[in-house]
């Protein structure tokens, strides 16, 4: 099925790990993104990408890095691991449709606890 | 900066209860404006959307008005059913960016 497919679902790090959480689309979209999702706190945008060759910080930045490796890929990593990363990390990319209307669609989400 | 402020949940409602979860918006220009739902376990998926003022979006029973007066984006379903339960994310575009700002989401139960 067409979407965006990330990896892995589930992580448990300990503090100071590294990992990198891998996203794929296959919608030919210009745009992708990652969001982290905290309770009360909503979703909050932590960097993306408006074309391929190009990334921009979002909300949340601090401690995470990303790569666009191609149209098709977006990484989020993570250097040096801390219990406030633990999160829901959603991916995301988008079309935009004309007149602005810049639709998302989600992966169903990485799982990543820090202890 | 450019924001979303929707109301706090969780909302409670029994089955076929009107429903209202408010939604108003900070913007320079003029945004285009979303609802996302997402059902437990799952990625947000969009409901629906508006793109300018007066604009009428609706899905599944739903429907959302854009109001440039008032800076909202309300929205409603006549008869909610138990598979409505979910948490709803009020959303704007900026156009100049493609940037994408969320609002906190409103869990929604719906009780049999």
């Known amino acids: 099925n067409a979407g965006v497919t990330q990896t892995p679902k589930f992580q448990v790090l300990k503090t100071g790990q590294s990992m990198t959480l891998q996203c794929a689309q296959d919608?030919?979209?210009?745009?992708m993104y990652w969001y982290r999702q905290d309770p009360g706190m909503g979703l909050r945008l932590i960097y993306y990408?408006?074309?391929?060759?190009?990334?921009d910080k979002g909300e949340v930045p601090n401690g995470y890095n990303v790569s666009r490796l191609n149209k098709r890929e977006f990484s989020l990593r993570l250097e040096s691991a801390a219990p406030s990363q633990t999160s829901v990390y959603f991916c995301?990319?988008?079309?935009?449709?004309?007149?602005?209307?810049?639709?998302?669609?989600f992966g169903a989400g990485s799982r990543l606890t820090v202890l | 900066g450019d924001s979303v402020t929707q109301m706090e949940g969780p909302v409670t409602l029994s089955e076929e209860a009107f429903l209202t979860i408010n939604c108003t918006y900070t913007?320079?220009?003029?945004?285009?404006l979303f609802w996302y739902v997402q059902y437990p376990g799952e990625g947000l998926q969009l409901l629906l959307k508006?793109?300018?003022?007066?604009d009428k979006g609706s899905n599944k029973g739903f429907e959302a008005t854009y109001r440039k007066e008032t800076t909202s984006f309300h929205l409603e379903k006549g008869s909610v059913q138990v598979s409505d339960s979910a948490v709803y994310f009020c959303a704007l575009s900026r156009n100049r960016d493609d940037k994408i700002i969320f609002g906190k989401g409103t869990r929604l139960h719906i009780l049999p």
């Open positions: 995301a990319s988008s079309a935009r449709l004309g007149a602005g209307a810049n639709v998302l669609t």
């Open positions: 919608m030919n979209h210009n745009s």
């Open positions: 913007a320079t220009g003029y945004p285009s």
């Open positions: 990408s408006a074309s391929e060759g190009t990334t």
């Open positions: 508006a793109t300018k003022a007066d």
